[in-house]
C-alpha cells in the first residue's frame, strides 16, 4: 500500500508472503488462494479481504512512513524512509514498489507526464495517488525500462470541483448522464469514448431517480426536477422524457426530486510503467536483464492494469518473486 512497509527496519523478523506462482494474467485465480471472490465484489470488500488475510498473516506492516530514496549496491538493496517521528530508518533487503503510477507527479515542466502527453496535464486526477512517481523516476536513473507511459486511460465521470483532485463515482452509480444538449448514451461503449464526449459537449449530470446504496456520502444530491432544468438550462420536458425510461413519470405540475451529482472526466491510470519480467515481477533494465532486488507491482508495472484483482494479483506475483526479505 502507498506509504506502507512490510517487515520494516529489520525491527522483526521477516517473513515470506505465501503466493502461488500463477500470472498475473489470471488474477482471478490468485486471489482465491486468499479466499477472494473478486468478481461482482466491490473493491473495498476485496481491499478488506485481503488486508484480513495480512492481518492473520507474520506480516509486520508499518503505515505513515514516507519513503525518501532507494539504497543500491549491485542492484536494489533496501530503502530509507522516515517514520512518524521523522526519524529516518533504513531498510536492508528486497524491494517490491507498489506505489501507485507515474500520474501522481503533473509539475508542468519536469513529470514524466509533461514529457509523454502535455495534452493532459490539465485533466483532473483522481484522490490519493500519492507520490510513487517520485521514487519511480529515480528507478528511472539508475537504468530501469519504462513502457507506454503515453497510453494513459480515462474514467468519465468524477466530481465536478475546483480541486485538481477529484473523487470517483463508480459506474454503477452512473444511471442517466446529460448535457444541456442531451444525453450521452453509454451502452456498448468504451470508458475512453464515454469520457472524451462528455469532455468535448461541456457541462455534465449523473442523475439517478434514487439514492444508490454505493454512492459515497456527499457525492449525490436531491434536487427537485425544475431546479434542476433551471441549472442545466433545459426544458423540464427534456428531463421528463429521460426519467421515463425508469419508470418515473412525473405530471406538469407535480413536485418530483432526483438524485444528481455534476461530473466531469479525469484521468484514470497510466497503463504503461516499469518494464517487469512476466513470471517474476522484477523490474528489468534497459538491456532487458533484472535489476537485482528490485520488484514493481500493480501501476508501477507496465500494462499490470487499474483493477484491483490485477494490482493485487501483480503484488503477489512480486512477492512470490522476490522471496524472503522484501521490504
Known sequence: AEGSLCGA?????????????????????????????????????????????????????????????????????????????????????????????????????????????????????????????TLLGQVLQHGARALDLERCRFFATAEASAKPARRLLSCSLRGHLMCSDGEVQQGHRSEDEIAIEILERGPCWLIRSDLHPAAPRGSLRRVELDALAREMQVPRSRLVQVLQGEGLTPGENQETFVWVARVTPALLCCEGGLAVAGESGAVLAQDDRPIPGLFAAGEAAASSGSSWSSCAASALRAAAGGGAGAP
Do not use: M
Open 9 to 133: 527496519g529489520g525491527r522483526a523478523p521477516l517473513h515470506r508472503l505465501a503466493a502461488c506462482e500463477r500470472s498475473v494474467e489470471d488474477p482471478d485465480s490468485i486471489l482465491k488462494e486468499l479466499q477472494v471472490e473478486s468478481a461482482g465484489t466491490s473493491p473495498v470488500e476485496v481491499l478488506k479481504a485481503l488486508t484480513e488475510a495480512v492481518t492473520k498473516s507474520k506480516i509486520e506492516v508499518y503505515t505513515n512512513c514516507t519513503i525518501t530514496r532507494l539504497l543500491y549496491s549491485e542492484g536494489c538493496c533496501g530503502c530509507v524512509y522516515r517514520d512518524r517521528t521523522n526519524e529516518e530508518v533504513r531498510v536492508q533487503g528486497k524491494v517490491i514498489l507498489c506505489c501507485g503510477g507515474f500520474l501522481s507527479d503533473v509539475e508542468p515542466r519536469s513529470s514524466l507526464l509533461a514529457a509523454h502527453r502535455p495534452d493532459l496535464l490539465h485533466w483532473p486526477r483522481p484522490l490519493d495517488l500519492g507520490s510513487g512517481s
